[in-house]
């Protein structure tokens, strides 16, 4: 998988790394935020077990640098919820390193693990470490489509996992023929290229269409092949959609919470679709 180097600052506050970040990251981590909260608070009474699982988790801290300001990254908005299990996979050594430091006051009362390296490489141990009879809900926030399909499935087998990811729609449909063998890998088929379901006018795949083909892929799998309310578009200042975050669940219910919560938007604006 290609590797896309950070970019850090020192947090003055631990001394430790921060990832750089922009200012449009605050709102994935408004709907992480709010997604985490339900889930970890509705799931308690059935699921005496609840994981958080974070395929792509960074140093723990954010730097934004249109303000300077530096905010809690995604590994620990997490253990501000009531999970139970935290699993942490990043694969840069001084973001992983600074991580785990950032994660052991939490240590005493939960299990958390952070793991070093290529999610896609380190699934089995990751696996490893999700509780046997529970629940997980993971966060997939690559800075394109570093996950395989293979890696989903290995994952997602038997065992029921909310998926929230970081979809980077907008961007597949820029790339160049040398990137389309990892896109085959992240879709885990060639359909996204070529089914004419999945393509607009022009030959080319649509966004929709990239999202249908990956949701077609994880309902086969297990997945519902149900389109949530919302898929959320985070845009940058100008204006561009970068990403969308979507989400997925083998449950009614998931689409339930995902639906609620999506209602409210990181400025407080209310959707105007239910
Ligand atoms: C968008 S950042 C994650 C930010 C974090 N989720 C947050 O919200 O605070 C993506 C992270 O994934 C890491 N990464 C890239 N490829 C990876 C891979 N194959 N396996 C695990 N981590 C990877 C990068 O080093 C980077 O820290």
Known sequence: MTKVP?????????GLPARVVRE?????????????GIFASGMKKKFPQRAYLD?????????ERETG?????????????????????????KAAAA???????????????VIQGDCNAKIDEVIAHLPRSGITFAFIDPTNWQISFDTIQKLTAAR???????????????????DRPRLDAFFGTKAWQTDPRFLGPDRLPTLSGLLACYREQLARIGYLN?????????????????????????HPLGYTFWDRITTEDEKGQIALTW
């Open 160 to 178: 029921r996992v909310d998926l929230l990811v970081s979809f980077f729609g907008p961007s597949m449909k820029r790339v160049a023929d040398l």
């Open 226 to 250: 149900q389109v949530s309310a919302r898929e959320i578009p985070v845009k940058n200042s100008k204006n561009v959609p970068m990403y969308l975050l979507a989400f997925f669940s083998k």
């Open 24 to 36: 449009w990251a605050r709102r994935k981590h408004h709907y992480l935020e709010r997604y985490t």
């Open 99 to 113: 991580l785990e430091t950032r994660c052991s006051p939490y240590t005493p009362g939960r299990r958390v693990t």
């Open 55 to 63: 395929l792509f988790a960074g140093p723990g801290r954010c730097f």
């Open 69 to 93: 300001e530096i905010y809690d990254g995604s590994p620990l908005i997490g253990l501000h919820r009531n999970f139970t299990d935290h699993i942490y996979v990043e694969l840069e050594d």
């Open 6 to 14: 950070s970019d850090y600052r020192i947090d003055p506050a631990d």
